[in-house]
Structures are given as C-alpha cells and as structure tokens.
C-alpha cells in the first residue's frame, strides 16, 4: 500500500505529465494561423499557384494525373542538399512511370538559382511562399522543419508525408506506380 506522501507525488507526477502533453498539443496548434488548413493524409491538397525560377506560375494541378513526390528545401540545409542526388535519381528512375518529383524551395529566389547554377537537378523547382502561412505549413509541416516531403496521387490527395531526408528505399516505394506508400 502507498503512503499518504507517495500517494500526493504521484499524483502530482500524472497531472504534470497530463499538463506537458496538452501544452505540447497547444503548440503545435498555435503554429497554424486561424483559418489556415493544413492538409492530412487522405485529403485533397491545396492547388497552390506557385513560380519557377523563371517566373511562370505553376498550379500544383498541372501535375494531376501523376503521381508526384512535394520535396521542400532550401539552399541552406545541409540535409536537403544531401538528399538531392537521390531524389534526382529517383526522378531518372520513375519520371516515365508517372511519377515527377517537384522542388518546392522555401528560400529567397536568388538563392535558390545561384546553388541550382552550380550544382543543376533534373526535376522541376518552384519558389515557395515563406510568409505566413508558408507553403510547406499548409502541408502539413507544422513545426516548418526541411527536409520534408509529401506524396500525392494522381487525383492530387496526399498520401504519404515524411519530415527528414528520404532514401533510395522510400523513394522507390513511394514512387513506384507497382507500391503503395
């Protein structure tokens, strides 16, 4: 049987492990503007009109049809850089199975056309809108960490999301038309 002290501790540490995981749960909320949606897997993706680097614009439902690998980054991010010669792999590899893996840079323009100058990629890059709410929040990258990359169906519903860098393994299960993520 626990003593009256034990008792009081121990109640103290569930309420205070209760108190961290609301103020946990509230945070990740307070980062998504009011009226802001952010898209879930099983929905229908934003169709978000975004730049190239030459100015045109682009809407995401230009790729329907296709499936297609959201892969946000920046010219900073050591982590982005080092998953690019993959995802420009993947892109050789699956680009004439229906897949397109599309850059989405969440960096200033030029930035981002100086460190495409030196070190070119294969696949498509569009700016993303780093204001809030920034492009990559209304998919889902509620602390606005990069690498992070979201997968969309044909039909442009999200099926996959990953934050972090992908290998050669997932890049192939998730664009390969044969797999399901």
């Known amino acids: 049987m626990l003593s009256r002290s034990n008792v009081v501790i121990l109640g103290l540490a569930v309420a205070a492990a209760v108190a961290g995981g609301w103020l946990q749960h509230e945070s ?21 009109a975004l730049i190239d680097l030459n ?20 010219s900073w991010c050591v982590p982005c850089l080092a998953e690019m010669p993959v995802l420009n792999a993947a892109q050789h590899k699956f680009g004439d199975q229906g897949a397109i893996v599309l850059g989405i840079a969440m960096d200033e323009p030029a930035r981002v056309h100086a460190f495409l100058t030196a070190h070119p990629i294969d696949y498509p890059i569009l700016i993303g809108q780093l204001a809030s709410p920034s492009t990559s929040l209304r998919f889902g990258d509620i602390d606005e960490v990069l690498p992070f990359s979201v997968l969309l169906d044909g039909s442009g519903r999200v099926m996959a999301i990953h934050r972090g860098p992908l290998d050669a393994g997932q890049l192939a299960n998730w664009l390969s038309p044969t797999t399901a993520p």
Not at 34 to 42: C, D, F, L, R, Y
Not at 55 to 74: I, M, P, Q, T, Y
């Open 28 to 48: 990740q909320v307070a980062h998504v503007p009011a009226g802001v949606h952010v898209a879930n897997v099983g929905d229908l993706s934003p169709d978000l």
């Open 55 to 74: 100015g045109r614009e682009h809407r995401l439902s230009d790729f329907h049809g296709k499936r297609v690998l959201l892969n946000f980054w920046a």
